[in-house]
């Protein structure tokens, strides 16, 4: 009987570490990096933030692909399907808490919310690159990110090259 207990609680107390160490390394994850560069426009979807600090959706533009560049994105999943994309601006050692967000058609930055659908979006794979359906509701659930290479929009999904992201 002692014999048993002593084997139950070493068992404890070897796999309680292991689980915590588990769930900590899972849920402190930041996510990808990726940039999203338009296929007909060749500009990327960029990111800025003014002088008080305020970050924002840039017009596209000329891709910053190096650290903490503003065409840099962390792409966090939300449930495997949907995923969040927030400024990848860590260097005054945070991370951003604005998301890529669409409302109607237009599409901007605002202050990341758990279950927020109108900031979640969905990578669809086509064979010529890769299409970002927003998840939304309403009239504009599905629609695609879109670019005409001086503005980001959503519209309904099209086979044209501006939904079209690399």
């Known amino acids: 009987?002692?014999?048993n207990s002593i084997a139950r609680m070493l068992a404890v107390a070897v796999a309680a570490p292991a689980l915590a160490l588990t769930m900590s390394t899972s849920a402190s994850a930041a996510g990808n990096t990726v940039s999203w560069q338009n296929d007909q426009t060749g500009k990327c979807l960029n990111w800025g933030n003014d002088v008080f600090g305020n970050y924002r959706l840039d017009p596209p533009g000329n891709c910053d692909r190096s650290t903490h560049g503003w065409s840099q994105w962390k792409e966090t999943s939300v449930d495997g399907k949907y995923w969040t994309f927030r400024p990848d601006d860590t260097v005054n050692g945070h991370q951003v808490n604005m998301c890529l967000t669409s409302y109607n058609t237009l599409v901007y930055l605002e202050t990341c919310q758990d279950g927020n659908w109108w900031q979640q979006w969905e990578e669809v794979w086509t064979s010529n690159g890769?299409?970002?359906?927003?998840?939304?509701?309403?009239?504009?659930?599905?629609f695609y990110l879109d670019s005409d290479g001086s503005r980001t929009y959503t519209e309904p999904g099209n086979n044209g090259r501006y939904?079209?992201?690399h």
Do not use: C, E, S, Y
Request: charged residues 25%.
């Open 130 to 142: 890769w299409k970002l359906r927003h998840r939304g509701d309403g009239w504009v659930q599905g």
């Open 163 to 165: 939904q079209l992201w």
């Open 1 to 3: 009987m002692l014999k």
